[in-house]
T-cell receptor, first 112, second 114 residues
Framework: GENVEQHPSTLSVQEGDSAVIKCTYS??????FPWYKQELGKRPQLIIDIRSNVGEKKDQRIAVTLNKTAKHFSLHITETQPEDSAVYFCAVPAGGFQKLVFGTGTRLLVSP | SAVISQKPSRDICQRGTSLTIQCQVDSQVTMMFWYRQQPGQSLTLIATANQGSEATYESGFVIDKFPISRPNLTFSTLTVSNMSPEDSSIYLCSVQTSTGNIQYFGAGTRLSVL
């Protein structure tokens, strides 16, 4: 089955710094790569996703890059703010690409 | 996107009892899923709820413990049966719309078993 590794498990930055979270996957046929943000006590929220036909996608301060050859994709957050503090999960399709397998999560702490 | 209503939002139950969690979507969706999220952990897929047929369970999860129903394209239930303290967790439903693999999550049910 699909194997997803996510690093780092925790990340502490100062407000205004950039943060990068990386995920690697095993199935080279995977074609959809979402990132979810989960604030404490809340549901996971889709914040950005990318499909395999592009290498990068941006939405204001967040971006996702994809390297299909190396089978990894990364979440980039620029000009971090305290409200970016949360747990971030990557995910990859599996099982005929109907379901998602989630990474282990990264706890991001942005200090003022 | 989809508006997902999940209830109850939380419950405290006695061991040996069962709890049924409901998930209602405001529009017809192709796929519905049930996840478990233990404290401080990632999301683990329990099963895919199939409309009109038996759910598809992931390794480590069985129908006798987690029976699932999906009578139509907007509603599903997950029952946690014969509960023990190890079942204390957050249970989340998610739906996948017809537009690609995008999944949206319900607010979750926080279950505590005494």
């Amino acid at each position: 089955g699909e194997n997803v590794e996510q690093h780092p498990s925790t990340l502490s930055v100062q407000e205004g710094d950039s943060a990068v979270i990386k995920c690697t996957y095993s199935d080279s046929a995977s074609n959809y790569f979402p990132w979810y943000k989960q604030e404490l006590g809340k549901r996971p929220q889709l914040i950005i996703d990318i499909r395999s036909n592009v290498g990068e996608k941006k939405d204001q301060r967040i971006a996702v890059t994809l390297n299909k050859t190396a089978k990894h994709f990364s979440l980039h957050i620029t000009e971090t703010q305290p409200e970016d503090s949360a747990v971030y999960f990557c995910a990859v399709p599996a099982g005929g690409f109907q379901k998602l397998v989630f990474g282990t999560g990264t706890r991001l702490l942005v200090s003022p | 996107s989809a508006v997902i209503s999940q209830k109850p939002s939380r419950d405290i139950c006695q061991r040996g009892t069962s709890l049924t969690i409901q998930c209602q979507v405001d529009s017809q969706v192709t796929m519905m899923f049930w996840y478990r999220q233990q404290p401080g952990q990632s999301l683990t897929l329990i099963a895919t709820a199939n409309q009109g047929s038996e759910a598809t369970y992931e390794s480590g999860f069985v129908i006798d413990k987690f029976p699932i129903s999906r009578p139509n394209l907007t509603f599903s239930t997950l029952t946690v049966s014969n509960m023990s303290p190890e079942d204390s967790s957050i249970y989340l439903c998610s739906v996948q719309t017809s537009t690609g693999n995008i999944q949206y999550f319900g607010a979750g049910t926080r279950l505590s078993v005494l």
